[in-house]
C-alpha cells in the first residue's frame, strides 16, 4: 500500500511559478510509474505529466508542455513537478498518482492517489 501526499500548491501570479512534490511511502517507490493529474470545479480530470519507474522516459499534456516539468528523486521517495509560465487556466487541484506494471509511461490505471493539493494563478 503506498502513501502518496502532496505539497507546494499554493496562490501565485500569472507568469510565475511554482514546484508540487509528491512523497511516497509505504511501498517501493522505484518500482512504480508515477503521474501528476489536475482537476478544476466543473471539469474532467487531465493528464498533466507522467514519468515512469526509472525516470528517463516523460510525457506531457498539450496544455502545459514546454512550460512544467515533471521529475523523481527515487532515492527520497519523491515526485515533482516544475511549474513555470503559470497561466490562470492551470488553477486546479492537482494530483499525484502512483501505477505498477509498465517500465514506460502510465497513461491510465493508476492504483495510488494523493489527496490533492490547490493551485491559484490570479490573472
Known amino acids: 500500500q503506498v502513501q502518496l501526499v502532496e505539497s507546494g500548491g499554493g496562490l501565485v501570479q500569472a507568469g510565475g511559478s511554482l514546484r508540487l512534490s509528491c512523497a511516497a511511502s509505504?511501498?517501493?517507490?522505484?518500482?512504480?510509474?508515477m503521474g501528476w493529474f489536475r482537476q478544476a470545479p466543473g471539469e474532467e480530470r487531465e493528464c498533466v505529466a507522467l514519468?515512469?519507474?526509472?525516470?528517463?522516459?516523460?510525457y506531457y499534456g498539450r496544455s502545459v508542455k514546454g512550460r512544467f516539468t515533471i521529475s523523481r528523486d527515487n532515492a527520497k521517495n519523491t515526485l515533482y513537478l516544475q511549474m513555470n509560465s503559470l497561466k490562470h487556466e492551470d488553477t486546479a487541484v492537482y494530483y499525484c498518482?502512483?501505477?505498477?506494471?509498465?517500465?514506460?509511461?502510465?497513461?491510465?490505471?493508476?492504483?495510488?492517489w494523493g489527496q490533492g493539493t490547490q493551485v491559484t494563478v490570479s490573472s
Open positions: 509505504g511501498g517501493t517507490f522505484s518500482a512504480y510509474a
Open positions: 514519468i515512469s519507474r526509472s525516470g528517463s522516459s516523460t
Open positions: 498518482a502512483a501505477g505498477g506494471g509498465t517500465s514506460g509511461v502510465k497513461f491510465s490505471g493508476y492504483d495510488y
